[in-house]
């Protein structure tokens, strides 16, 4: 038992040792590395605001499409731009997976704290500024129903994130696959707009089936006191989120021999 | 410290079934220096890279307590956005080693000044192992990885690594591997020989070990 926590605490060395890493090593090339890292999010709201205002649409749900748009485009960078930056680590810590003893486990889990840590900073700076700026009242319907969501997308990211960077060690073409499935994500996903009021119940029960669909109405559901989501099943997310942890962690197992050469 | 390989193999090539280790056994004694001579380069390379954890076994198990640091004067885990000091601090968390102590050393001891808080991509190579050297030598672990007689073409550094080398041969445990007998002869006490097959042969002396890597090999 002595030896268990003996090895635990290794572990929690090199990760913390490579989370510091990766965090200076990440964004630390040019001078506003960080800047941009923490703002990228924001600019893709800015954007997509001004386009939907030029086009004369009002917001779903609530007053401000802003907000709307903000409470949708969190949880999806905190999956999908998780899983899609993580198809990288190999590569970028090829040197130090092969001549260190440290693990691929070690540095996927040190790059999903430093780019979650980045990711909720920058989701902070953005709702705190809708507040400041009058797009938001500064109520929610729950915080822990929001925190768990943003916990749910995590670990869904992480797991997508796992298989994607284990496959992609296998065949290399997979990366290009995984970016042609992944583009309509952003449409599936509901976060420009509500699903079940564009789409009849036929594409519905299709569209059921993408676990991010439900994450984005549960946190809209959490964070909207006026307006309560339909689709949201829990134990479908939790089935999909830890199948989606268990496979990734299964292919990383397997392909770690190759990784580390 | 405790070091133990058992049964262990370690494949090569898996479709031409080459290995680089095969069944070995070997226990390290402290105090007790092995060279290693090698029917290929691979295997010895193969056999440092599992003392100090960098490659798991393909079969077999490996016990082992104490800490065991990297070859020698390997720099290729040094970031190139990261400043001298900062790679420094990392490679010394992940051997858990104390970081500022050892920036102090390293900074004495190769006598660098300034070149520590510049980043790592603006080093030019030999100093770029000048730093890797120290950082290597000053960490302290049970057994040390020693590839080849580590010369740096700056004659005042390369005496002291000689003099640093010669001091911890005292009390640390050498593994070394390299062509120059004289060298081998030096740091280690013993000596094992992995053929071609990868099969593992120890031997109490280093002579002996020469006399089996010079020996013809039969063509299987």
């Known amino acids: 038992m002595n030896a268990f926590f003996k090895a635990v605490g290794v572990k929690a060395r090199v990760i913390h040792a490579l989370f510091i890493h990766s965090l200076l090593a990440e964004h630390g090339k040019t001078k506003i590395g960080y800047l941009t890292a923490v703002i990228k999010p924001l600019g893709q709201i800015i954007m997509l605001t001004t386009m939907f205002s030029i086009l004369g649409r009002g917001a779903p749900i609530g007053d401000s499409f802003v907000l709307f748009l903000a409470t949708g485009i969190i949880p999806y960078n905190l999956c999908i731009g998780l899983a899609n930056k993580m198809m990288q680590i190999n590569k970028s810590h090829r040197s130090i997976l092969s001549s260190t003893p ?21 989701a902070a700076i953005i709702l705190l500024g809708l507040g400041n700026f009058g797009y938001w009242d500064h109520k929610i319907d729950s915080l822990l129903g929001i925190l768990l969501t943003v916990l749910a997308s995590v670990a869904l990211g992480y797991g997508i994130g796992l298989f994607n960077v284990s496959m992609a060690v296998i065949t290399p073409s997979y990366e290009k696959i995984w970016k042609i499935l992944s583009m309509p994500l952003f449409i599936m996903s509901g976060i420009i707009f509500t699903v079940d009021q564009r789409f009849p119940a036929e594409v519905l029960a299709i569209l059921k089936y993408n676990p991010l669909l439900h994450i984005t109405e549960a946190m809209r559901d959490n964070f909207y006191e006026s307006w309560e989501g339909t689709l949201f099943d829990i134990s479908y997310v939790l089935w999909f989120i830890i199948s989606a942890l268990l496979l990734g962690l299964l292919m990383q197992k397997i392909t770690q021999a190759r990784v580390r050469v | 410290m405790r070091f133990e390989l058992i049964n262990v193999s370690k494949i090569h090539n898996r479709k031409q079934q080459t290995y680089n280790l095969r069944d070995a056994n070997i226990r390290i004694e402290e105090q007790n220096g092995v060279a290693i001579l090698p029917a290929h380069e691979r295997s010895a390379n193969a056999l440092l890279h599992l003392i100090s954890g960098i490659e798991l076994p393909t079969k077999g198990k490996i016990l082992r307590s104490g800490v065991f640091t990297g070859p020698i004067g390997d720099p290729s885990y040094f970031h190139r956005d990261l400043s001298g000091e900062e790679n420094i601090r990392f490679i010394c968390k992940i051997y858990g080693q104390n970081a500022n102590e050892i920036i102090k050393e390293v900074n004495e001891f190769a006598s660098l000044g300034k070149d520590l808080k510049k980043k790592a991509k603006s080093y030019a190579p030999p100093l770029r192992r000048k730093i890797a050297i120290a950082t290597s030598l000053l960490m ?15 004659p005042n550094f390369n005496a002291k690594i000689q003099a640093r080398l010669a001091e911890l041969a005292k009390q640390a445990t050498f593994i070394v591997t390299a062509g120059d007998h004289n060298f081998l002869c030096k740091y280690a006490n013993s000596s094992v020989f992995i053929d071609a097959q990868g099969y593992l042969t120890y031997f109490s002396d280093v002579q002996s070990g020469i006399d089996a890597q010079k020996a013809p090999t039969k063509d299987i």
């Open chain 2, 140 to 154: 302290k672990s049970d057994i040390y990885l020693l590839k080849g007689p580590l010369n740096h073409p700056q």
């Open chain 1, 102 to 122: 440290v693990t691929p486990f070690d540095v996927s889990v040190a790059f999903l704290l430093s780019e979650t840590l980045i990711l909720l900073l920058s």
